[in-house]
């Protein structure tokens, strides 16, 4: 009697579960109609796909507008090899200098550390277009523009602000006991770092690291303007440039085709590591 008594409720309370993943499953296709209709428009043939008005399903599949942006310039190998330098090297340089710097204002006590700290913030409010003339002025000067070097730089001093907030919170959510315990047991600060802490604040390197990944191999502007040989061009300049079609009109194949090629990376990095990335965020955000 009990048991029967019990049913209404029992079922009553699936009504918020249903509901619930029937709003997110219609969240998820209102994000993934764009992503569908971006690749169903990279596998329509080059006419079709530039046809007003658009035709939602292409008549037959095509890899013709893949052939063009490999055919294009010195081929779509080289610019995602350029992307792919880029985005490594700004990875390696925001991971590295980051982790030390929020080591060192996390742990680390020195006269004016938090003017430096609320200092290396403040930058984040300047408006990358408005620097764009003096930054092109001091690469020319150390030799650096028109290099992937060069732009990684640009693109490491832009990431660091927030890379540095990130790790100094994520320091700062380890217990100093378990840094205090390695130092009792012989260890130097600098094996403190590399050996214990490291692991402790893996979310939030690999959050930093996939912002800064993210962050260059799809900015546009600085590379559109630092880069003048068209062999070191990233992949965005190159689809800017590949867009064109006959008579000033945009090949739209051409573009979605790109556009799907620059996606793949960067769903493949987020689907691996979306947990670190998720509790990088979370220990970046709320000191422990």
């Known amino acids: ?29 209102i994000f993934l109609f764009p992503l569908s209709l971006t690749l169903i428009t990279a596998l329509k043939p080059p006419a079709e796909a530039s046809a007003s008005p658009p035709t939602f399903l292409p008549t037959y599949l095509s890899w013709a507008n893949y052939q063009t942006l490999a055919g294009f310039g010195a081929g779509i190998g ?10 490594l090297g700004t990875v390696v340089g925001t991971v590295l200098l980051s982790t030390l710097g929020g080591y060192g204002f996390s742990r680390f006590h020195f006269p004016g550390k938090n003017i430096i ?21 001091v690469l020319h000067y150390i030799h650096l523009q028109n290099t992937l070097l060069g732009l990684a730089l640009v693109y490491i001093t832009f990431q660091l602000p927030f890379a540095i907030f990130m790790m100094r919170n994520s320091f700062d959510s380890v217990p100093r006991e378990l840094e205090e315990a390695a130092l009792i047991d012989g260890c130097s600060t600098v094996t403190v770092l590399y050996r214990v802490l490291l692991s402790v604040v893996l979310p939030g390197i690999i ?30 300049v190159m689809l800017l440039n590949a867009q064109s079609g006959l008579f000033g009109s945009i090949d739209w194949g051409a573009v979605q085709a790109g556009v799907t090629l620059t996606i793949l990376p960067c769903l493949v990095l987020f689907l691996l590591l979306q947990r670190y990335y998720i509790g990088g965020l979370i220990a970046g955000a709320v000191k422990g």
């Open 1 to 29: 009697m009990h048991d029967v008594a019990a049913l209404p409720a029992r079922r009553t309370s699936y009504g918020p579960r249903v509901l619930y993943y029937l709003f997110c499953s219609v969240l998820a296709l």
């Open 78 to 87: 080289r610019y995602a090899f350029n992307s792919t330098l880029v985005a």
């Open 117 to 137: 700290f609320v200092v290396i913030l403040t930058t984040l409010m300047i408006p990358f277009q408005s620097i764009l003339t003096p930054l092109f002025l």
């Open 207 to 236: 959050t930093v690291a996939l912002y800064a990944f993210f962050s260059a191999w799809n900015e546009f502007l600085a590379a559109l303007i630092f880069m003048t040989d068209s062999d070191k061009y990233t992949l965005p």
